[in-house]
């Protein structure tokens, strides 16, 4: 597993900050945790092909439910994104 903050077009870094990116031992796949700009916390997971110069694309899981702190947004994403459990 690898924890990074990765730059990548999403709608969540132009309304919300991304607190941290956990990548995939794989490279292709991470989650980003962020925090609204009220406050609260979400995750999204994302995936990028690397044959694709046009970099990473929103899949799978997306929280929809707001946390108000990062690390229970973090508890919620190791719960609800498979992978995330098996590195």
């Known amino acids: 597993m690898q924890i990074c903050v990765c730059e990548k077009p999403s709608i969540t870094m132009t309304v919300n900050k991304v607190m941290v990116s956990i990548g995939s031992t794989d490279g292709i796949r991470c989650v980003d945790v962020f925090r609204y700009p009220d406050g ?35 508890r919620a994403a190791y719960k609800s994104v498979g992978w995330l459990e098996r590195q």
């Open 40 to 74: 609260s916390f979400g995750f999204q997971e994302f995936r990028r092909d690397v044959e694709d110069i046009a970099g990473w694309f929103p899949v799978g899981v997306r929280s929809s439910r707001k946390y108000p702190t990062k690390l229970l947004a973090m």
